[in-house]
């Protein structure tokens, strides 16, 4: 079945330290996402990539980056710049021109500083 | 960009209950999602509305577009039913490349 896997489910990072978040779709979704979860607030947007080798930050993408050099991955790193990393985050995907089509999510990763 | 407010924030009922959880929104849409997230964190699409009534077994979604509000229903609920139910419109001019702004989440336990 298509779908979207993370990993790892868990993730600790040290201070200072830059972690890498996976995210893979065999969808043939053209865009995917980045999207931070935190108690008590909505999901916000990190990068988005409608194409390979592009994307474009989102709202709060200080202390992020990405790459998409293949269609199917949007690997997101979590770098020793973002101060206050502790958070699940959450991959999507959607076809490219799908319109109002519903996006597609990962079980996510959640992220723990030690 | 869209202010999305749902409520209730948190709701505990008995199993067979019916259920509403509510959306509103500041500004004009083309379309209203409506998500489950799971304990695990994942979290799934139940619905996408741009007008009317959509059903799926025991969920119903609702949309009027002129008062800018949506209900979800759940009838005859079950505890599998427990989870985070969260709104999301995307907006004619909304913000980022999906221009989906999300409401905070309704979080629902159905106890049996």
């Known amino acids: 079945d298509g779908g979207i896997t993370q990993s790892p489910k868990y993730l600790f990072r040290k201070e200072g330290q830059n972690v890498t978040l996976s995210c893979e779709q065999n969808l043939n979704h053209d865009a995917m996402y980045w999207y931070r979860q935190d108690p008590g607030q909505g999901l916000r947007l990190i990068y988005y990539s409608q194409i390979v080798n592009d994307f474009q930050k989102g709202d709060i993408a200080e202390g992020y980056s990405v790459s998409r050099e293949k269609k199917e991955s949007f690997p997101l790193t979590v770098t020793s710049a973002q101060k206050n990393p502790t958070a699940f985050y959450l991959c999507a995907s959607h076809p490219q021109g799908g319109g109002n089509q519903p996006q597609h999510f990962g079980d996510g990763t959640r992220l723990s500083i030690l | 960009k869209n202010e999305v407010e749902q409520s209730p924030q948190n709701l505990t009922a008995q199993e067979g209950e019916f259920i509403t959880i509510n959306c509103s929104y500041s500004?004009?849409?083309?379309?209203l999602h409506w998500l489950q997230q799971h304990p695990g964190g994942g979290i799934v699409s139940l619905f996408m509305?741009?007008?009317g009534k959509k059903k799926h077994g025991r969920l119903i979604a609702t949309i009027n577009i002129q008062e800018k509000h949506s209900s979800l229903h759940i009838t005859a609920s079950h505890p599998r039913d427990s989870a985070v139910y969260i709104c999301?419109?995307?907006?004619?001019?909304?913000?980022?490349?999906?221009?989906?702004?999300f409401g905070k989440g309704t979080h629902l336990i159905i106890q049996p």
């Open positions: 999301a419109v995307r907006s004619y001019s909304g913000g980022g490349a999906d221009g989906l702004t």
């Open positions: 500004v004009g849409i083309s379309a």
């Open positions: 509305l741009s007008s």
